[in-house]
Structures are given as C-alpha cells and as structure tokens.
C-alpha cells in the first residue's frame, strides 16, 4: 500500500480480514497496522469490531489468526487442570507440544473477577519458546499467577486421546498435573 494513500475504516477492516484468512501464521497488530499505515491501536480496535460482527478471528500470543474450519478428521478436545511453579511453564507447555497436543488456553478463577481466560496456541518447542519470549519482554505476570492457588484449566487439542493420556502421564510425573 502508498504510505500516502488512506483506506476507509470499512475498506480496512476488509483489507485486515483478506489478509488474515490467506496468511498462513499468526500476524501481530504492528504488522497489521503497518500493511494499512494505521498504528497498533487502531488494529486492536478493527479486530473488536470484525469479532462483534463475528469474524473468526483469535488473537493469539503469537498475533491474530483467521479460525480457518477444517474437517480434518475429529480431534480430541480436552480440559486439563495444572498447578506449578512459574519456573515450571515451560516445562510444562513442553510436555504437552512433544506428546502432540496443542495448548489452546489457559483458565483461572480470581477472586474478584471470576473465571479469566487467555488464548495460548502453541503446538511445538518454537511456538513455546515465542510465548515464553514474549511474557518476558512484556513483564507479564502467567495467568495462573492470578488465582489464590495457582490451579488453573488448559484446553488441549490433539489428534488422538493418547497422545492426551501420554502428556498428562508426564505431567503428573513432574508433579504439575491435578488429580
């Protein structure tokens, strides 16, 4: 796009969808707005409208993705409750990701805010190591910090059950996975 030309924010907000159903991996708000001259901001409020007029749009810790559906077999979908250590996340989240579980989310209860829910979306080593890069450099505080008792829920998808069954075997092996 012209550094000088505008878009409307209708034509924009198409622009963004376009671009997120053909990309392949998540595209971070910078990115977006930099495709579209706008700042980081205004991308954030483009993706809360396009979510208002439900557009499948996740953001992720990686970026936003399009939810593209796909009828690639049935994949399993499980809850899973955990409770670690801060130094145990990556542990973790490796777990997972080597037995070929993707971790979608995660999920407390705070004490004031009820249930809180964040979207996570890593599938391998790499995908882990840029969640974990990216809490750091935002000095963030993981989700599980936030509840009284650090047990928190993830959503886990797999391929199949025992690629779930192996990963939690491991957890619970390391002393993370709940009973």
């Known amino acids: 796009m012209n550094q000088n030309e505008k878009m409307t924010g209708d034509e924009r907000r198409e622009f963004l969808l376009a671009t997120l159903q053909s990309s392949k991996n998540p595209l971070t708000g910078k990115e977006l707005g930099e495709l579209t001259n706008v700042s980081r901001q205004v991308i954030v409020g483009d993706m809360t409208l396009l979510k208002a ?24 979908e499980q809850v899973i409750v955990c409770r670690h250590t801060p130094e145990q996340t990556e542990e973790e989240l490796n777990i997972f990701v080597d037995h070929g579980v993707t971790v979608k989310d995660v999920k407390v209860e705070h004490p004031v805010y009820g249930d809180l829910s964040a979207s996570i979306m890593v599938s391998n080593r790499r995908d882990v190591k840029e969640f974990l890069k990216r809490i750091e450099e935002a000095n963030a505080a993981y989700l599980s910090n936030l509840s009284d008792d650090g047990i928190h829920l993830h959503t886990v998808i797999a391929d199949h059950s025992e690629q779930i069954s192996d990963a939690m075997t491991e957890l619970k092996k390391a002393g993370i996975l709940m009973d």
């Open 53 to 76: 007029k439900n557009a499948p749009i996740m953001a992720t810790s990686q970026g936003y993705i399009y939810m593209q559906e796909t009828r690639e077999g049935n994949r399993i």
